[in-house]
Every structure is written in C-alpha cells, then in structure tokens.
C-alpha cells in the first residue's frame, strides 16, 4: 500500500496532535519543510489546521417577522394581454 504525503503527515498526529518536532519541521527526501506551509502547498488540511478551528457562522433565527405589508396583498393593475 503506497502512502500519501496527506497519509504519511496524518500519522504524525495522534488525537489531533502533533507529535513531530517542536517546530514543526518535517525533512522530505533530504531536504527540511515547515509542516504548515508543506501542507498548504499541497492543498493538505491537517488535523490541527487553522482553517478547521474557524467557528462557523450562525445565523440568526430570532428575528421577528416583520411582514411586507402591502406585498402580501394582490394588486390588479389593468390589461395584461400582451400584442
């Protein structure tokens, strides 16, 4: 079973932590890599990535309807036969 850059990075957390060097410096064929930016560059989300501590959104569903008044009500304005 081959390994992927996003499989090979995943096993180096263990419960969403990392658990490589302080740094967070991974060496890939010889050469030395900031985990972040590897990761970024490889479109790879890790597991304590900032874009998945991002709260997401509420909405608001306490707001009072308002109603649109003179839109609930049907208008007759004349011919409507097209020529």
Known sequence: MAF???KLLNKMFKDGVWQGRED????????????DEYAK???IVLPDSKAEKKAKKEINTD??????????????????SVD
Do not use: C, F, N, P
Request: negative net charge.
């Open 4 to 6: 992927t850059h996003e």
């Open 41 to 43: 560059q490889h479109s």
């Open 24 to 35: 967070r410096v991974i060496v890939i064929a010889g050469v030395e890599h900031d985990l």
């Open 63 to 80: 707001v009072e309807d308002k109603g649109y008044g003179d839109m609930e009500e049907q208008v007759d304005e004349g011919d409507t």
